[in-house]
């Protein structure tokens, strides 16, 4: 029987295969058995380690005598048979007495080869599987582990950083209250110390004029004395205010050196939650974050704003994945894009069709070809024209419907067509789309414009206020062409700014309240729901102020130029206490802007805000980008 020595030549692999074996006389001509069943405890090149139980004593002393080998037939997992041995006896062991359990070394003494490797690569592969797979899913595990960790470490480091500048804007503001009551008071003590000295001065003429009576002048110079003293004291009050408000103006100024950095880390953060959630498949971004009822939804008007931004980023390669969308799978309607789609798959999500959306798409194309410098968009923008004139050649008056199967004209509507007909003629030079314009406007002057009480109406026989009409026929039409057609643009924005600025308190995600003075949809005193402040529509006439703010300067007009500066830096400083934290895995914590301070009310115009406190709105972070960034999406910039 041969040695351990020889019988560890071989590598052995931990491995159990079922084996059916029968015992053959020596000559192997005779079979002295009938099948019998064991299985591998280990596998060689040159032969198993075969345990077998319950073995008949007679049987185990044939084995144990060496008088017999073994015909093998060794089970494979996933192979159509068994692979045949024969073997001799190289170690023989009763494990177990009681059970009559054994273990045979045995020695091939005819395998095929290639059947023999297969077994081994087989035992090979499963004394391996098993750490490597371990090891696989260990760092699979670790992995997802360090991921949802720093996932959770940057959910908190961005829902920290909008903290930050919220917290740090309240500061501001009430720095700022301080400054203005200081400021009232110095007033008033210059003011009173102004009186004092006056007085004391005609107390010192008439004791000049009385300076034979005595006792007068005793009196005068009592009176003098005393005004003396009281302007003292009004003085040390003055020097004590003055230093007071030093000390507070130093704090503003840290504070706004802190809130502008903040301010530039949130924008960076609501661009990149505009980013993330770019379907990859379609390139849509849903409109809403928040709202299930809408939560798969993309509105055009949305992808429009979504395409400048990722434009004014020089995000090129965003851009285009939305225009190619539109320009190669959506679906049409007449050759007009419906009013929204769905983002994993860009479905209709309703087949309504609106001339509005279709010029901000147009819009969209017109700016992102400015800037990039890319042509092929260009023919889209031409077909939402085309068919944008075949619907204003039906209006004898040049006007523009809401839809080719609407009655309703709308103001913006037709707002949006001539800012869309200007800039497609800078782009092309076509004089066909001058005409389109000035019939637009032509329109705009028999029906928007045409009342001195309200000096812009929703729409055709419509006298609804309605606070983007305002804002956009400063950015559409600009400050000099309305003066030319005797419009007041002063008088535009500061009716927009009696009727439908407000202040509401604003319950933020976190349950904290705070004021927020901003722009409503409409009139407050016309809705029993009481203000609502609108990111978007309020980031609009930001830009107004800001346009009348340049229009002011270029005419050296200094003073009003600043005034308008400074409301559009007012409200723009607003907009940040109204930045939330994304609520979803996706947007990580990012800040964004939801569509209004309330959720789920009547806007005043025909639809309702969407529903969620958290709710992230395209239109409320693209907007806000707008203004502080100082981009006016109805114009294209030279």
Same mark, same amino acid.
């Given at each position: 029987?041969?040695?351990?020595?020889?019988?560890?030549?071989?590598?052995?692999?931990?491995?159990?295969?079922?084996?059916?074996?029968?015992?053959?006389?020596?000559?192997?001509?005779?079979?002295?058995?009938?099948?019998?069943?064991?299985?591998?405890?280990?596998?060689?090149?040159?032969?198993?380690?075969?345990?077998?139980?319950?073995?008949?004593?007679?049987?185990?002393?044939? $084995?144990?005598?060496?008088?017999?080998?073994?015909?093998?037939?060794?089970?494979?997992?996933?192979?159509?048979?068994?692979?045949?041995?024969?073997?001799?006896?190289?170690?023989?062991?009763?494990?177990?007495?009681?059970?009559? /359990?054994?273990?045979?070394?045995?020695?091939?003494?005819?395998?095929?080869?290639?059947?023999?490797?297969?077994?081994?690569?087989?035992?090979?592969?499963?004394?391996?599987?098993?750490?490597?797979?371990?090891?696989?899913?260990?760092?699979?595990?670790?992995?997802?582990?360090?991921?949802?960790?720093?996932?959770?470490?940057?959910?908190?480091?961005?829902?920290?950083?909008?903290?930050?500048?919220?917290?740090?804007?309240?500061?501001?503001?009430?720095?700022?209250?301080?400054?203005?009551?200081?400021?009232?008071?110095?007033?008033?003590?210059?003011?009173?110390?102004?009186?004092?000295?006056?007085?004391?001065?005609?107390?010192?003429?008439?004791?000049?004029?009385?300076?034979?009576?005595?006792?007068?002048?005793?009196?005068?110079?009592?009176?003098?004395?005393?005004?003396?003293?009281?302007?003292?004291?009004?003085?040390?009050?003055?020097?004590?205010?003055?230093?007071?408000?030093?000390?507070?103006?130093?704090?503003?100024?840290?504070?706004?050196?802190?809130?502008?950095?903040?301010?530039?880390?949130?924008?960076?953060?609501?661009?990149?939650?505009?980013?993330?959630?770019?379907?990859?498949?379609? +390139?849509?971004?849903?409109?809403?974050? +928040?709202?299930?009822?809408?939560?798969?939804?993309?509105?055009?008007?949305?992808?429009?704003?979504?395409?400048?931004?990722?434009?004014?980023?020089?995000?090129?390669?965003?851009?285009?994945?939305?225009?190619?969308?539109?320009?190669?799978?959506?679906?049409?309607?007449?050759?007009?894009?419906?009013?929204?789609?769905?983002?994993?798959?860009?479905?209709?999500?309703?087949?309504?069709?609106?001339?509005?959306?279709?010029?901000?798409?147009?819009?969209?194309?017109?700016?992102?070809?400015?800037?990039?410098?890319?042509?092929?968009?260009?023919?889209?923008?031409?077909?939402?024209?085309?068919?944008?004139?075949?619907?204003?050649?039906?209006?004898?008056?040049? +006007?523009?419907?809401?839809?080719?199967?609407?009655?309703?004209?709308?103001?913006?509507?037709?707002?949006?067509?001539?800012?869309?007909?200007?800039?497609?003629?800078?782009?092309?030079?076509?004089?066909?789309?001058?005409?389109? /314009?000035?019939?637009?406007?032509?329109?705009?002057?028999?029906?928007?414009?045409?009342?001195?009480? $309200?000096?812009?109406?929703?729409?055709?026989?419509?006298?609804?206020?309605?606070?983007?009409?305002?804002?956009?026929?400063?950015?559409?039409?600009?400050?000099?062409?309305?003066?030319?057609?005797?419009?007041?643009?002063?008088?535009?924005?500061?009716?927009?700014?009696?009727?439908?600025?407000?202040?509401?308190?604003?319950?933020?995600?976190?349950?904290?309240?705070?004021?927020?003075?901003?722009?409503?949809?409409?009139?407050?005193?016309?809705?029993?729901?009481?203000?609502?402040?609108?990111?978007?529509?309020?980031?609009?006439?930001?830009?107004?102020?800001?346009?009348?703010?340049?229009?002011?300067?270029?005419?050296?007009?200094?003073?009003?130029?600043?005034?308008?500066?400074?409301?559009?830096?007012?409200?723009?400083?607003?907009?940040?206490?109204?930045?939330?934290?994304?609520?979803?895995?996706?947007?990580?914590?990012?800040?964004?802007?939801?569509?209004?301070?309330?959720?789920?009310?009547?806007?005043?115009?025909?639809?309702?805000?969407?529903?969620?406190?958290?709710?992230?709105?395209?239109?409320?972070?693209?907007?806000?980008?707008?203004?502080?960034?100082?981009?006016?999406?109805?114009?294209?910039?030279?």
């Amino acid at each position: 029987m041969p040695q351990d020595s020889e019988r560890r030549k071989y590598l052995r692999l931990d491995s159990v295969l079922p084996v059916q074996f029968r015992l053959l006389s020596l000559d192997g001509k005779i079979f002295l058995s009938d099948w019998l069943q064991g299985f591998t405890c280990n596998i060689s090149k040159g032969g198993i380690g075969l345990s077998i139980n319950n073995l008949n004593p007679a049987t185990a002393e044939l $084995i144990k005598s060496g008088q017999a080998k073994f015909c093998l037939q060794i089970e494979m997992p996933l192979t159509k048979g068994p692979v045949g041995a024969i073997a001799g006896l190289a170690h023989w062991e009763q494990v177990n007495q009681a059970e009559n /359990r054994y273990f045979a070394g045995l020695s091939y003494e005819d395998i095929d080869k290639l059947q023999n490797l297969r077994i081994l690569r087989y035992a090979r592969t499963k004394r391996y599987f098993a750490p490597w797979a371990m090891a696989i899913i260990l760092l699979l595990f670790i992995g997802f582990a360090l991921d949802g960790y720093l996932n959770l470490r940057l959910v908190r480091g961005n829902k920290a950083l909008v903290e930050q500048l919220i917290k740090i804007l309240q500061e501001s503001s009430v720095a700022k209250q301080k400054i203005k009551e200081i400021t009232r008071e110095r007033e008033e003590l210059k003011t009173n110390i102004q009186g004092l000295e006056m007085r004391i001065r005609d107390l010192g003429q008439e004791k000049t004029l009385n300076k034979d009576e005595s006792k007068k002048t005793s009196l005068l110079n009592f009176q003098i004395e005393k005004l003396i003293q009281e302007k003292a004291s009004l003085q040390d009050k003055l020097i004590g205010l003055q230093s007071k408000e030093s000390v507070v103006t130093e704090e503003l100024l840290m504070m706004d050196k802190r809130k502008a950095v903040l301010e530039k880390a949130n924008l960076d953060k609501m661009y990149h939650w505009l980013s993330v959630h770019q379907n990859p498949r379609t +390139g849509l971004v849903m409109s809403f974050e +928040g709202d299930s009822d809408i939560a798969e939804w993309a509105f055009v008007y949305d992808q429009s704003l979504v395409v400048q931004a990722y434009t004014l980023f020089s995000d090129f390669p965003r851009a285009k994945k939305i225009l190619d969308f539109f320009d190669k799978k959506a679906k049409r309607i007449d050759g007009r894009f419906i009013n929204a789609y769905y983002v994993k798959d860009g479905a209709p999500a309703e087949y309504t069709v609106h001339c509005g959306p279709n010029l901000w798409l147009g819009i969209a194309v017109l700016q992102y070809t400015k800037k990039s410098q890319d042509l092929s968009y260009l023919p889209m923008a031409e077909d939402i024209a085309e068919a944008t004139i075949y619907l204003q050649d039906q209006d004898a008056e040049g +006007g523009l419907k809401g839809g080719p199967n609407t009655d309703w004209y709308a103001t913006e509507h037709n707002l949006d067509g001539y800012a869309f007909f200007n800039m497609l003629y800078k782009l092309t030079g076509k004089q066909r789309y001058v005409s389109a /314009r000035d019939k637009v406007l032509n329109w705009l002057l028999l029906h928007a414009y045409d009342q001195p009480d $309200i000096p812009i109406k929703r729409g055709k026989g419509d006298a609804t206020i309605a606070t983007d009409t305002y804002a956009w026929s400063i950015a559409a039409i600009g400050p000099q062409k309305l003066q030319e057609l005797n419009l007041n643009p002063d008088q535009i924005v500061e009716f927009a700014e009696q009727n439908c600025a407000v202040e509401v308190n604003y319950l933020r995600p976190d349950g904290q309240s705070v004021k927020i003075k901003g722009f409503d949809f409409a009139p407050k005193q016309h809705l029993s729901r009481g203000g609502v402040v609108s990111p978007e529509w309020t980031s609009q006439m930001i830009m107004a102020f800001k346009i009348l703010a340049d229009y002011y300067y270029k005419k050296d007009m200094v003073a009003k130029a600043r005034g308008y500066e400074q409301k559009a830096d007012e409200y723009l400083a607003q907009l940040g206490n109204l930045l939330i934290s994304s609520p979803s895995p996706s947007g990580q914590g990012e800040g964004c802007l939801p569509y209004a301070t309330q959720e789920a009310v009547d806007t005043g115009h025909g639809w309702i805000t969407p529903k969620g406190k958290a709710t992230g709105s395209i239109a409320g972070t693209a907007y806000t980008l707008f203004a502080y960034y100082n981009y006016n999406p109805l114009d294209l910039k030279d």
